[in-house]
């Protein structure tokens, strides 16, 4: 159970910004949390990763950032010397450290944080920066997939991330399809995002993969779900020479059958947190209007009665996708 805390403000040392929170998302890695299911996780942790924050205070800085500066919060404390980061990978540094996760979180009124994580947003509302972090783990298992134009891709999953996949796919030119057990999921998809192949994993969802797709199977699979069962099987909706890509991420082992894996030359492929390049192209995505915001925030509550309402968050038939914390 989570309580509020009175503390101390945060005191801000050099080359860190003091920053103020407006808006903080609810994440799936939140829920998970909260139930004790959440792999690289210790307790006590205050929670908060996904952050729209207004600069109260910084040290003149080469990216220009002031005072009042409205900002986007990358969330990974990287080293900047490993072998990941050297080679532009800071989203899986040998001694990463997210928000929220391995280092306290952004659910508090004040934040001290290195400066160098903070991007200055002039034009995207409070809850569209907040939005930017969990759009930016789509952002960044798309460039993984690297899809070709016109190429089939099923996505497993249309949870917040599994949503934020499916429209940046479609923004890749691919003809997207979705597979989840969540009939009031897949009809969010067909109406808002005009997906208009969907398939209840439920109801042989082999035979509708094929029949939507000239009877063949996508050249990319891309699991959302981080659910074992979803991830285990989602190997056999994959073509002949395709991709599979991991961005649910399940608590345990996971079991391939190496003959089936082996005969289709499948490329099997995780994707972690996001880089920079991954925020500044949803930046772009959100500032171009070519993201539903309204209809995917379908939740908010004050910063002050949040408890009341997290344990209803983690029930799908509440019809929460994303709930919003308002400062």
Known sequence: MFNLLEKDPPVRLKGDALVKINKVGICGTDLHAYQGNQPFFTYPRILGHELAAEIVEIDKNENGLKSGDKVIIMPYLHCGNCIACRRGKTNCCTTLKVLGVHADGGMQEYYSLPADLLIRSEKLTDEEIALVEPLAIGAHSIRRAQIEKGETVLVIGCGPIGLGIIRQAQLS??????????????????????????????????????????????????????????????????????????????????????????????????????????????????????????????HRVPFTEMIQHFDSWIKPETGVIKAMLEF
């Open 173 to 298: 030119g691919a003809k997207v399809i979705v597979l989840d057990v969540n009939e009031e999921r897949l009809s969010f998809v067909r109406k808002t995002m005009s997906i208009e192949c969907t398939i209840n994993a439920k109801l042989k969802p082999l035979e509708s993969l094929l029949s939507f797709n000239n009877n063949e199977l996508p050249t990319i699979v891309i699991d959302a779900t981080g659910n074992k069962l979803a991830l285990e099987s989602g190997i056999q909706y994959m073509a002949h020479g395709g991709k599979y890509i991991l961005v649910g991420l399940y608590k345990g082992d996971l079991s391939f059958n190496h003959p089936f894996i082996h005969s289709r030359e499948a490329t099997i492929l995780s994707s972690r947190n996001a880089t920079l390049s991954d925020f500044y192209r949803v930046k772009e995505i959100l500032e171009n209007g070519d993201f539903p915001v309204t209809d995917y925030i379908t």
